[in-house]
């Protein structure tokens, strides 16, 4: 019996702490200490590494957040793949010390950056996402500018951030194919307005997701994503994270 109870009150141990898990830990890259700010999303540490901070796009006060946060600071890296990009960086998450909180979770947090949709691991991107979320609810950093998150129906807005990460939102007027290309337009001018554009190949991500493009059709959504110009602007979706459904009773981002 008392054996019994021992199992069992470890089980529950294990349970509890699966539970208060924090996203994000994933296998240990590494550490150093910061040398250098390299840009918006990159540092230097004293080994001569370069980090690329996954999983954010910058705002205009990212590098200046970043800075704030990191420099000269002792750092954790973080990530399912240390493989360097084909500029020689990095790519982690990075933890000051051994805290439990990205540093790209503090900069979303304080709306000094955007979730890049990038990351593919659920509970962290979710994380990413929420901690976003807090920071456009009480507008925070750059989502105290109304125009933060643009308004689908006004395309020159749009075409105004062209080569820029942006957010976007809007109601799926309609869904079309054409060749491998499916279209979510978001306004009655096909030409001129709005769409997002995803190819065939990124169909089946958003398969095991549960989503059906059809199914967007006369939902209100919100894109992120590099802007383009195609005649009309349009945002390339390549990541099921780029997109999301916005409830019916959700207040609108686009005028805060």
Known sequence: MTRLLHLLVAFLLLASRAALATPCQFESQGEGRVAAIVDARSVRLDDGREIR????EATASTRQALASLLAGRDVTLRGSDDTPDRYGRQGALVFIGEGDT???????AQGDALVSAEISD????AALMASEAAARRQKKGSWADPSAIKNAESPDDILAGIGRFVVVEGKVLSVRQAGAMTYLNFGRNWTRGFAATISKRALPAFESAGITLKSLENKRIRIRGWVEESTGPRIDVRLVGQVELLGANEPTGVRP
């Open 122 to 125: 659920k509970d962290c991107a």
């Open 53 to 56: 901070l996954i999983g954010i």
């Open 102 to 108: 990205s540093i790209q979770a503090m900069l979303l």
